[in-house]
C-alpha cells in the first residue's frame, strides 16, 4: 500500500481502519470485521498473564482492548497527528478518563469558561469531590489563563470550537502558555472533527472527541475517543480506563468506523451549508445576531481562519422577544427537530435558556455568554435550501 503519510486526510478516514496488515490475505473483507467479543481465548497461561498489563500486548478481554476497538484507535489517531489513542464508551468517559490520569487529589485544573455541559458538571462534581480543584477562564484572554495558573496546575482544558457561541480557541497561544508552566493541553475536538482542526499540530497533549457527534455522523451510537500525543499518557490514561471501566463496545466502535468513512465529505457539506443558513438567518428582521465564526464579524473569526480548514456545521443566533420567543421558535419548526446533540444528519434546533439551561437567571445565562433568545443549530445534510425555509418560516410563525 501506498505511504500512508502522502495520503489525504479523506483517504486515510476511508481506509485507515482496515489497511491490509502484515499478512495480507487473497481475499480480504473491504469492511472491517466486528469482533464481537468479551474475551479471548489463549492456549498459555503465560501469555495470558503478560497481556493484562499491556495496552499493547495480545488481546485478552474487551475491556482492556479488542481489535475492532483497535481500528478505531488507530484511525482517529492517524487523523489527529497522535501517537496513540483510546475507545470509550461515551464523550464523557474519554473526558474523565483523560482527567483522572492526569490530575491526582490535590491538583488542579485550568478551564474555558465555555464549556460542555457534561464536562462542567464532571469539573464542579466528581472531580471536586475526589479532590481536584478547577478554576474557570476566558480563553480569549491569555493574561487570565496564565493567572490562573498554579504549581498543582495539571492541565489546561479547551474546546476547539465552544458552543453555545461558537469561540475558537487560540490554540498555538494556549499551547505555548500550557508549555511554559509544564502543564499538558488537552482539547476537546468533538465540534471541529479532525478535518477543520487537528489540535497536536498546535501544541496539544491530549484530544478527546465525542465520537457520538460528528465522527459517527448518524445519531445512532453513543462512543467517545481520547488521543494522545505521548506514549507514557496514553499508558496512564489506559490503566484508568480498565480500572474505571469506560471502555467501548466493539459494535459502537464499528459504527464510529463506519461513519469515518463519509467523515470529510459530510463535514464539507455541514460547513457549506451552515454558510448559506447563516447569511439566510443574518438577513432576517427578527434576527439579532448569528454566531458562527466563517462570518467576519463573528469576534473569533481571525482565529478561526488562522486555524480551521473550514467553519464547520453548527451556529447559533439571537431572536427578539427573550426566553419565550425562543422556546416558541424551537417548538414552531417542523424539520429542524428539538433535540440535544449534534453533528448528526438531521439539522436540530435547542433553546438552552428553556432546556439545559432553564434554571439559569437572565444574569447567569449573561455571564455564560447565552442570551435568552439564543437558538443553537446543528446543520444537518438535508438540501439547504429546505433548512433556510423551515427556520424562516418559524421565525415569521
Ligand atoms: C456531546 C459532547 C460531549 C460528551 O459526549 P457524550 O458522547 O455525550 O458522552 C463532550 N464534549 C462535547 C463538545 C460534546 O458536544
Redesign the pocket.
Known amino acids: 500500500m501506498s505511504d500512508p503519510r502522502r495520503l489525504g486526510l479523506a483517504t486515510r478516514a476511508v481506509h485507515g481502519a482496515h489497511r491490509p496488515g502484515a499478512r495480507p490475505a487473497a481475499a480480504a473483507p473491504v469492511s472491517p470485521p466486528i469482533h464481537q467479543t468479551s474475551t479471548f481465548a489463549f492456549a498459555d497461561a503465560e501469555r495470558y498473564a503478560e497481556s493484562l498489563s499491556t495496552p499493547d500486548g495480545d488481546f485478552v478481554y474487551t475491556r482492556y482492548g479488542n481489535p475492532t476497538n483497535a481500528a478505531l484507535e488507530a484511525t482517529v489517531a492517524d487523523l489527529e497527528g497522535a501517537s496513540a489513542g483510546l475507545a470509550t ?7 474523565s478518563t483523560v482527567l483522572l490520569a492526569l490530575a491526582t487529589p490535590g491538583g488542579h485544573v485550568v478551564a474555558g469558561r465555555q464549556l ?1 455541559g ?2 462542567f458538571s464532571l469539573l464542579g462534581g466528581v472531580a471536586a469531590r475526589l479532590g481536584i480543584d478547577a478554576t474557570l477562564v476566558d480563553l480569549s484572554d491569555l493574561d487570565a489563563v496564565e493567572r490562573a495558573l498554579r504549581p498543582a496546575t495539571r492541565a489546561l482544558y479547551v ?1 476547539t470550537i ?2 453555545p457561541t461558537l469561540t475558537v480557541a487560540d490554540l498555538p497561544a494556549l499551547a505555548g502558555v500550557a508549555a511554559d508552566a509544564g502543564v499538558a493541553l488537552v482539547v ?1 475536538n ?2 471541529a472533527s479532525p478535518f477543520l482542526c487537528r489540535p497536536i499540530e498546535h501544541g496539544a497533549d491530549v484530544v ?6 460528528y465522527l459517527a455522523g448518524h445519531s445512532d451510537v ?3 475517543v481520547a488521543l494522545f500525543a505521548d506514549a507514557a499518557t496514553h499508558r496512564r490514561a489506559w490503566d484508568v480506563l480498565i480500572d474505571v471501566g469506560g471502555s467501548a463496545d466493539p459494535f459502537a466502535c464499528w459504527l464510529v468506523l463506519r461513519g469515518l468513512r463519509t467523515l470529510g465529505l459530510r463535514v464539507q457539506r455541514h460547513s457549506d451549508s451552515a454558510a448559506v443558513v447563516a447569511r439566510a438567518l443574518a438577513a432576517h428582521p427578527r434576527v439579532r445576531r448569528v454566531h458562527w465564526p466563517g462570518l467576519p464579524e463573528h469576534p473569533t473569526h481571525g482565529v478561526a481562519r488562522r486555524l480551521l480548514d473550514g467553519y464547520g456545521g453548527m451556529l447559533a443566533f439571537d431572536i427578539d422577544g427573550g426566553r419565550a420567543a425562543g422556546r416558541r421558535f424551537v417548538e414552531g419548526t417542523d424539520l429542524a427537530r428539538l433535540a ?4 448528526g444528519p438531521e439539522t436540530l434546533v435547542s433553546h438552552p435558556a428553556s432546556t439545559t439551561h432553564r434554571q439559569y437567571g437572565a444574569g447567569a445565562l449573561e455571564a455564560a455568554g447565552i442570551g435568552e433568545g439564543l437558538i443553537r443549530v446543528s446543520v444537518g445534510l438535508e438540501d439547504v435550501d429546505d433548512v433556510v425555509d423551515d427556520l424562516l418560516a418559524a421565525l415569521d410563525a
Open positions: 464508551a461515551s464523550g464523557m468517559a474519554a473526558v460542555y457534561g464536562t474546546e465552544a458552543n476537546d468533538t465540534v478527546v472527541h465525542s465520537a457520538t457527534k453513543v462512543a467517545g440535544p446533540s449534534l453533528g
